[in-house]
């Protein structure tokens, strides 16, 4: 695809149109910016920095994105969208609630294993700036719990649940699946576990979780746990 350019001397030329390089700049840009503020942190991120990780100039950086703020944005707008649809969507759905918990379980860790960083990056920006993260989740509208609460209700009804608010019951399933991620680097210290190790230790969480919630908010199970 070609476009016309009027050079200095008033004559029409061809030149190529460079509008396809611009999803891929941008692109290693949020890839670049990505790895130094999870390296630096926002305070510590230089545009030089990010400049220099893209192979870019720094005025071709700042013609994507004028500052860094708005960079720092966009590139915590997409952590978040990677970490929160896959794995919320399925408490949306009408599956059986210990059904909800392993899908829930599997998006998790299927998500953050091809990208550790995420959790401890938006913890640490949730509360560097917890009005950014709100906005985003309200946008989203993926953090609805009413259906989850009406799901909680009625089997608290029948007697197969304990009674429980949908807030506690995914406080409970979010601490279980991202705090091995989050403090990784310590229970790797404390464990003296390698990362082969971990990661085997990670997969048989996997497979536990459900299996606590299950104790945690089923009647039988929880009057049948001893004390």
Same mark, same amino acid.
């Given at each position: 695809?070609v476009?016309?350019?009027?050079e200095?001397?008033?004559?029409?030329?061809k030149t190529?149109?460079?509008?396809?390089?611009?999803?891929?700049?941008?692109?290693?840009?949020?890839?670049?910016?990505?790895?130094?503020?999870?390296?630096?942190?926002?305070?510590?991120?230089?545009?030089?920095?990010?400049?220099?990780?893209?192979?870019?100039?720094?005025?071709?950086?700042?013609?994507?994105?004028?500052?860094?703020?708005?960079? !720092?944005?966009a590139? =915590?707008?997409?952590a978040v +969208?990677?970490?929160? %649809?896959?794995v @919320?969507?399925?408490?949306?759905?009408? #599956?059986?609630l210990?059904?909800?918990?392993?899908?829930?379980?599997?998006?998790?860790?299927?998500?953050?294993?091809?990208?550790? !960083?995420?959790?401890? =990056?938006?913890?640490?920006? +949730?509360?560097?700036? %917890?009005s950014? @993260?709100?906005?985003?989740?309200?946008? #989203?509208?993926?953090?609805?719990?009413?259906?989850?609460?009406?799901q909680?209700?009625?089997?608290?009804?029948?007697?197969?649940?304990?009674?429980m608010?949908?807030?506690?019951?995914?406080?409970?399933?979010?601490?279980?699946?991202?705090f091995?991620?989050?403090?990784?680097?310590?229970m790797?210290?404390?464990?003296?576990?390698?990362?082969?190790?971990?990661?085997?230790l990670?997969?048989?969480?996997?497979?536990f979780?459900?299996?606590?919630?299950?104790?945690?908010?089923?009647?039988?199970?929880?009057?049948?746990?001893?004390?």
């Amino acid at each position: 695809m070609v476009k016309q350019r009027k050079e200095t001397n008033g004559v029409m030329r061809k030149t190529v149109n460079t509008a396809h390089q611009e999803p891929e700049t941008e692109r290693r840009i949020l890839q670049s910016a990505e790895k130094v503020f999870y390296r630096q942190g926002y305070d510590g991120a230089r545009m030089q920095e990010i400049a220099d990780e893209a192979g870019i100039n720094k005025a071709l950086l700042h013609y994507y994105f004028r500052s860094k703020e708005r960079l !720092f944005d966009a590139v =915590f707008s997409d952590a978040v +969208m990677r970490l929160v %649809p896959p794995v @919320f969507a399925v408490m949306n759905s009408n #599956s059986p609630l210990m059904d909800k918990v392993r899908a829930f379980v599997d998006a998790y860790f299927n998500t953050v294993v091809n990208n550790p !960083f995420l959790p401890g =990056f938006v913890v640490h920006e +949730m509360h560097r700036n %917890p009005s950014r @993260f709100s906005e985003i989740i309200r946008a #989203s509208r993926l953090l609805m719990l009413d259906g989850l609460q009406h799901q909680l209700d009625l089997g608290a009804e029948s007697g197969e649940l304990i009674a429980m608010p949908a807030e506690q019951f995914m406080l409970n399933l979010l601490s279980l699946c991202a705090f091995p991620f989050v403090a990784a680097g310590a229970m790797q210290s404390v464990s003296g576990k390698n990362d082969s190790d971990y990661q085997h230790l990670l997969e048989e969480r996997r497979q536990f979780i459900p299996q606590w919630m299950a104790r945690m908010v089923e009647r039988d199970a929880s009057s049948n746990q001893q004390c």
